[in-house]
């Protein structure tokens, strides 16, 4: 059975970079035809998509974050990684990482873990 | 402001059906069968309940079946269960992933 967990600090300054790792486990992340990505939920409010990178290394970004994110992979660690720069209070929420079937399949979810945006 | 919109909430009775709509444009919605539906508890991370319009994963119930027309997506959920309340979210392509602002589903 699949698994993804994320890491990283709960707790982020404004502006700086809010980092996130997530381990991929039952499964390798080197796998044909799967999305790796990201999305995050503000408290109590709907999901956004942030990115997702292709398993060749392709990746695909929320245009209104892409200036500021950025995806990678690490296939020999079986993770992949979110980095997202500049931050502010609005960034507050529950990351997920996930694999997509497709762009719009999310068909394996992380925990989530909540990232903090204050000083 | 959300790319697909959704009722804020719906309600029905055990046993009865219930439909959630997910509305779009020809960009996204009625442009591509790409539209996926969540089940969302609270405290949880999402569960994918119907993918491609209309097929279900493996171990989703049949009472839950989606369904499209032009620029609307639906969700029905049929002989609603106490362990169906949650929160639902549509989603659909277009240059990027976007996704319905959520439809709270109560059971009464």
């Known amino acids: 059975q699949l698994q993804l967990q994320e890491s990283g600090p709960g707790l982020v300054k404004p502006s700086e970079t809010l980092s996130l790792t997530c381990t991929v486990s039952?499964?390798?992340?080197?796998?044909?035809?799967?999305?790796w990505g990201w999305i995050r939920q503000p408290p109590g409010k709907g999901l956004e998509w942030i990115g997702s990178?292709?398993?060749?290394?392709?990746?695909y970004y929320n245009p209104s974050l892409k200036s500021r994110v950025t995806i990678s992979v690490d296939t020999s660690k079986n993770q992949f990684s979110l980095k997202l720069s500049s931050v502010t209070a609005a960034d507050t929420a529950v990351y997920y990482c996930a694999r997509h079937k497709s762009l719009t399949t999310i068909d394996y979810w992380g925990q989530g873990t909540l990232v903090t945006v204050s000083s | 402001q959300s790319a697909l919109t959704q009722p804020a909430s719906v309600s029905g009775s055990p046993g009865q059906s219930i439909t959630i709509s997910c509305t779009g444009t020809s960009s996204d919605v009625g442009g591509y069968n790409y539209v996926s539906w969540y089940q969302q508890h609270p405290g949880k991370a999402p569960k994918l309940m119907i993918y491609e319009v209309s097929n279900r994963p493996s171990g989703v119930s049949n009472r839950f079946s989606g369904s499209k027309s032009g620029n609307t997506a639906s969700l029905t959920i049929s002989g609603l269960q106490a362990e169906d309340e949650a929160d639902y979210y549509c989603?659909?392509?277009?240059?990027?992933?976007?996704f319905g602002g959520g439809t709270k589903l109560t059971v009464l």
């Open positions: 990178i292709y398993y060749s290394g392709s990746t």
């Open positions: 039952g499964g390798s992340i080197s796998s044909s035809s799967y999305y």
């Open positions: 989603s659909s392509y277009t240059s990027r992933v976007v």
